[in-house]
Nanobody, 127 residues
Framework: QVHLVESGGGSVQAGGSLRLSCAGSELIDSSTYCMAWFRQAPGKERVGVASIGSDGSTDYFYSVKGRFTISKDNAKNTVYLQMNSLKPEDTAIYYC????????????????????WGRGTQVTVSS
């Protein structure tokens, strides 16, 4: 069964750091899958924050560039999101997503690209 499990969320003050982890089941091979982190604040749409392709190429939402870093460990089937210089507006539930990488014009920050999702982990940043 395909599943993703996020961990590492919590509460921090503005300027602090957190590292999120997303562990994929055996059926998700991070060396051939595209993976991403999304976030959803109350009353708002779910938006892509960072993505990583099977070749390790990355993309970021404009507001987190320079502060967040996505990475992966293929041996562990795990994707990470290092979040530094956190701001109150980063407060949201963060979700991990994955799907087999495929050809064609697309953005890996598009939520409709992914069929597999974790349950999310809460990140709260206080001012």
């Amino acid at each position: 069964q395909v599943h993703l499990v996020e961990s590492g969320g919590g509460s921090v003050q503005a300027g602090g750091s957190l590292r999120l982890s997303c562990a994929g089941s055996e059926l998700i091979d991070s060396s051939t899958y595209c993976m991403a982190w999304f976030r959803q604040a109350p009353g708002k749409e779910r938006v892509g924050v960072a993505s990583i392709g099977s070749d390790g190429s990355t993309d970021y939402f404009y507001s987190v560039k320079g502060r967040f870093t996505i990475s992966k460990d293929n041996a562990k089937n795990t994707v990470y999101l290092q979040m530094n210089s956190l701001k109150p507006e980063d407060t949201a539930i963060y979700y991990c997503a994955a799907d087999a990488c495929r050809e064609g014009p697309h953005s890996l920050l598009d939520k409709y690209y992914y069929n597999y999702w974790g349950r999310g982990t809460q990140v709260t940043v206080s001012s």
